[in-house]
């Protein structure tokens, strides 16, 4: 049976994404669905090639990467086997002509119509500059991509293009509050392709940057008095966006396989919240990527208790371990998340085109609160990205610059063992632009970062990763942006952090 299912659903699949990920995409939802139970063999590699009309290799990588994934468990001399550690799902009824499963063009969440009704808020956040500090000769930041090798002379070039063209008036007047249709369009077949959607661009809203989308997604769902979960550590900017809402909020600690499920879950037969804002790959700050068993669980408890997912990917192309996770948004066919996500890590933190992906209606109540706060996105820049992404260029440039951030990651891991093993503990990422690391007893963040800007260097302070008053010191933790600087950059950073440290030591 299950072999007649993948042969169906395969056929159908997107023709343009590779074919291992198709595999990779049905299997996983067969097992989501309860097709598929945790403990159950899946279909020997050559079989399963042979009934597909694969190359076997296809069907290797496909398991390889589910293993990697935590979905599948290989057992030597047995066969690969769903994971025994997943949760047993009820199966739902699948239609044995057509098994694609269908995504709910309508909600499984109330909305809060604010169209004609937006509270304004001004901007809290503030700069702390020192005064007497020397020229910064190195910032190690939060993990931002480096501009250098970003595709800015091709995207000036299609800006410059259309700028000229004989469409150059009609995208230089007001435009559409939903964004660029062409660049909807080309963003659709991007996100299906590469990250398992299966959306058109009715349910896309081009926004400036994650930021926006999350301000919008809240002004939809939250009143004064809503519960909504958040993680911890977490981000901070997404949190005072649900303050500035009212929300009361519940931090969910954050452990190695992400969010705490089972604090989740005996919270919501207590009482469920209205929303849980999630980072389930390379979770800002700490960098860890939710676990498939707790993908799955969340997703049910999404549907038993009806609660919104706002989900934020803001940093998926950059995974080394193994290709990205895929969104909980690819396996969302009910319409509970809305999921966020920008070019801003891929490109440049400058080039603000960001997403929001929902259901039509809540896409088309989202447009018109941004109609009230920023009317429209800029034409010219939102066709000149429709352009890169039609001719593969954004594509060749995460490929190239995947290459390079790896080797940055690799690089700035070493140092930091070899400079400053003493004072520091992390582990290797699996993906993301960031380190997340630990400073050693009786050191404060706060007295390094302010010690190495004296010296000329740029560095976290702790603050902004903690939010309880009785959570974890946020002092001896740091975000360590790597991607941002070349070799001799971070070396040269890294010798000044070490002197700032040694310098502390000494006092």
């Known amino acids: 049976m299950i072999k007649k299912l993948l042969e169906i659903s395969f056929k159908k699949c997107d023709e343009h994404s590779p074919l291992y990920r198709q595999l990779e995409s049905q299997i996983i939802q067969l097992i989501c669905h309860g097709i598929l139970k945790p403990g159950q063999a899946l279909p020997p590699s050559r079989e399963l090639a042979l009934s597909l009309q694969l190359n076997r290799k296809t069907v290797v990588t496909t398991y390889e990467e589910l293993d990697a994934q935590g979905w599948v468990e290989t057992r030597e001399r047995s066969g690969v086997y769903v994971s025994r550690h997943l949760p047993n799902t009820s199966a739902r009824a699948i239609n044995q002509q057509s098994p694609k499963l269908i995504r709910s063009r309508q909600p499984a969440y109330p909305l809060i119509n604010r169209s004609s009704d937006v509270a304004t808020s001004t901007d809290q ?225 400058g080039v603000r085109i960001g997403f929001m992906v929902a259901p039509e209606v809540v896409i088309n109540e989202a447009a018109a609160i941004r109609k009230l706060i920023d009317r429209q996105g800029e034409q010219l820049l939102e066709e000149a990205t429709a352009e890169l992404l039609s001719a593969g260029d954004i594509s060749r440039h995460i490929k190239k610059s995947h290459k390079v951030y790896q080797e940055r990651l690799e690089n700035t891991c070493r140092l930091l063992r070899e400079q400053l093993g003493e004072y520091l503990t992390f582990d290797k990422p699996n993906g993301g632009l960031a380190i997340w690391a630990t400073y050693g007893k009786n050191i404060s963040a706060k007295a390094v970062a302010l010690n190495a800007e004296k010296l000329g260097l740029k560095i976290s302070d702790g603050s902004n990763y903690f939010f309880q008053p009785d959570s974890t010191p946020p002092n001896d933790y740091i975000r360590i942006g790597y991607s941002s600087l070349n070799e001799t950059e971070m070396a040269g950073a890294i010798d000044i952090w070490k002197q700032a440290l040694t310098s502390l030591k000494a006092k």
């Open 125 to 349: 956040s503030a700069q702390n500059n020192v005064s007497g500090m020397p020229a910064l000769l190195y910032k190690i930041d939060d993990g931002f991509p480096d501009p250098r090798i970003a595709p800015i002379e091709e995207l000036v070039r299609e800006y410059r293009r259309f700028g000229k063209g004989r469409l150059a008036n009609q995208f230089l007047t007001y435009g559409p509050e939903h964004g660029s249709y062409r660049l909807r369009v080309e963003l659709a077949d991007f996100l299906n392709r590469t990250r398992g959607l299966q959306i058109t661009e009715k349910e896309i809203l081009i926004t400036k940057g994650t930021q926006m989308a999350i301000y919008l997604a809240t002004q939809l769902l939250i009143r004064p008095g809503d519960s909504v979960f958040v993680p911890e550590p977490g981000y901070k900017d997404a949190n005072q966006t649900f303050k500035l809402a009212g929300a009361n909020l519940t931090f969910i600690p954050v452990d190695k396989e992400g969010m705490d499920l089972d604090m989740i879950e005996q919270l919501c037969k207590k009482k469920a919240p209205k929303m849980i804002y999630i980072i389930p790959h390379h979770h800002r700050p700490t960098t860890v990527t939710l676990s498939a068993e707790r993908r799955m669980r969340l997703l049910n408890l999404a549907r038993k208790y009806r609660f919104a997912l706002l989900e934020d990917d803001y940093d998926f192309d950059y995974h080394f371990s193994s290709s990205p996770l895929l969104p909980l948004a690819s396996l969302d066919t009910d319409g509970h998340i809305i999921y966020v996500g920008s070019f801003c890590k891929s490109i440049a933190p």
